[in-house]
């Protein structure tokens, strides 16, 4: 038996039987459209939405994991991660125990936490020039 005789069936995931899924991401494609329109974009708070089993997999598998995962660590763990459609990420954060306290979808060039602050910046500088007289 050789290779060209095997049958391949690629198959997609069917949203169309699963409501709040295809919805979500009939929004995510929306913000994304505004995103690359006008440059504005948005979040969804998935702790807020009613998720029957099932459909919160199904959401994070149809969004796929990108190129880009960044892991924080401030009040407790968080989760930055680019979807496999650039401008959509998926972001976690969790407290001190581990518990997840926000999980959003935002549909941004880059994610607000993972811009340097200002006065994160002059502290840095300062740090850096110290070092530079030292």
């Known amino acids: 038996m050789n290779l ?7 198959e997609s995931p069917d949203f169309h039987s699963v409501g709040n899924v ?3 991401l009939a929004e995510i494609a929306a913000l ?3 995103l690359v329109d006008a ?3 948005g979040a969804i708070d998935l702790k807020s939405l009613p998720f029957a ?3 919160y997999e199904q959401l994070r598998n149809a969004l ?3 190129e880009l995962t960044a892991h924080l660590a401030a009040i407790g763990p968080s989760e930055i991660m680019e979807t496999r459609f650039p401008g959509v990420w998926w972001l976690t954060h969790c407290n001190a125990d581990g518990e997840i306290v926000a999980d959003l979808i935002e549909v941004t060039f880059l994610p607000e936490i993972l811009k340097s602050q200002a006065e ?8 850096l020039r110290q070092m530079l007289h030292d």
């Open 4 to 10: 060209e005789n095997i049958a391949i069936k690629v």
């Open 22 to 24: 295809r919805a979500l």
């Open 32 to 34: 994304l459209q505004k």
């Open 39 to 41: 440059g504005e974009g």
């Open 53 to 55: 089993p099932g459909e």
């Open 64 to 66: 796929g994991q990108g």
């Open 120 to 127: 994160d910046m002059r502290d840095g500088l300062e740090r």
